[in-house]
């Protein structure tokens, strides 16, 4: 070390000095050691930065480490950029992954805080990224779940092996501009019977192209209650597979769920591959786990007709539509004709577990939906569905 070729050679001189000014020398030296040596251990955290987590399995074992502060940034509908000299030091160009989830009311929850629990260390368990990625975690929050999501965020992704971000947006002010983009669907697609201000958050996806900043190109948005297997940066490479023409890859829903919603529509049709099964039907999508390309969504001239309250009321009274989740349904609607705008991701990437349906009503088709060869990615356990451990 550079102060200790310093101390070295001072020590050489000493004999010049007087007896007042060795002492006066050695206490010098020793504050520039003692500078080195302490100073540089203590981390500063500051009322708006907590923690970004320096990848230590990826990284060069010979480098220093990195300063471990996260920025967390409230009500902010736009990436996090605070805290970026020490990745701007790098030479490289540094990449950011997109990932959203919904964060309401988890205060309030046990049951929601254990499954941000499971979701967040398998998250951290698993995920891998190159030296300059980063993964920004967005969640979508009120004021006391966000205090609560930044106390348990500190603790669920200490053993994270990656850079990650961590950005706040306020439920409130998203809902403002969503609700008069989707106002129009959410009598169809939401339970109730009537369209409420509260209900538009549901459909943030539909709209998210609107929302983002134009910088986020693409963005992930996943459900609470998910505990990965596999490394999330597995999940954005599923981008690389989508058609000229996809904006959104999203996996079959697992049950009969629209087998059922679709009962007139099927009726009156007795041809139709509506509702149907895999690997011939249309069995509708699940929202758990969605890829969203923005950038295509953006672009996407039909994607945005269909947005438009006339063609949304058209649909749903084609298909004598009346369903209750949100997006979910708005997308499994529109697939129906323009399956061309989805991506199917492979079922092992959203492994649902909800098995409701099998017992009331569709037992004797419920494996035809449920069935789900290959590896399993990410279990889902809709409907407070116990997860497989370990």
């Known amino acids: 070390m550079d102060v200790l070729r310093v101390l070295s050679v001072t020590m050489g001189r000493i004999s010049t000095f007087r007896s007042y000014q060795i002492v006066l020398l050695l206490a010098a030296a020793m504050a520039v050691v003692a500078f080195y040596y302490f100073g540089s251990e203590k981390q500063n955290f500051s009322s708006t930065t907590k923690r970004i987590k320096e990848t230590q399995a990826s990284h060069n074992t010979n480098r220093d480490d990195a300063d471990l502060s996260l920025d967390i940034r409230s009500g902010q509908a736009e990436s996090r950029q605070g805290s970026r000299d020490d990745l701007e030091e790098k030479p490289q160009r540094i990449k950011r992954f997109h990932a959203l989830m919904m964060f309401t009311k988890v205060n309030k929850s046990l049951n929601l805080q254990n499954k941000f629990q499971v979701a967040m260390r398998s998250l951290a368990k698993h995920g891998r990224f190159l030296e300059d990625e980063v993964l920004v975690l967005h969640f979508v929050s009120d004021v006391g779940s966000q205090e609560l999501g930044e106390r348990m965020l500190q603790e669920l992704l200490l053993d994270a092996?990656?850079?990650y971000e961590v950005v706040f947006h306020n439920v409130d002010t998203l809902t403002e501009k969503l609700f008069p983009i989707v106002v129009a669907m959410q009598k169809h697609f939401s339970a109730g019977s009537g369209a409420y201000y509260s209900d538009a958050i549901f459909f943030l996806s539909v709209a998210m192209h609107r929302i983002m900043p134009a910088e986020i190109k693409r963005i992930v948005q996943l459900d609470l209650d998910l505990k990965y297997r596999s490394n999330i940066r597995d999940l954005f490479q599923e981008f690389n597979h989508f058609s000229p023409e996809a904006v959104i890859g999203i996996a079959r829903e697992?049950?009969?769920?629209?087998?059922?919603?679709?009962?007139?529509?099927?009726?009156?049709?007795?041809k139709s591959h509506v509702g149907d099964p895999p690997p011939d039907g249309l069995p509708g999508f699940n929202s758990g786990v969605m890829l969203l390309n923005l950038d295509a969504m953006r672009r996407s001239t039909l994607y945005n007709q269909l947005l438009e309250p006339k063609r949304v009321t058209q649909f749903a009274e084609k298909f004598h539509f009346r369903g209750h989740l949100g997006d979910q349904d708005f997308f499994t609607m529109i697939g129906m004709e323009h399956g061309e705008l989805f991506y199917p991701l492979a079922c092992g990437w959203n492994r649902q577990l909800c098995t409701w349906w099998r017992d009331h009503g569709y037992g004797d088709v419920f494996q035809l939906y449920y069935q789900c060869d290959g590896p399993v990615h990410i279990f889902h356990g809709n409907c407070n569905s116990p997860i497989p451990e370990d």
């Open 254 to 270: 697992m049950q009969p769920v629209y087998r059922h919603t679709f009962w007139q529509y099927r009726k009156d049709n007795p």
């Open 161 to 163: 092996t990656f850079l």
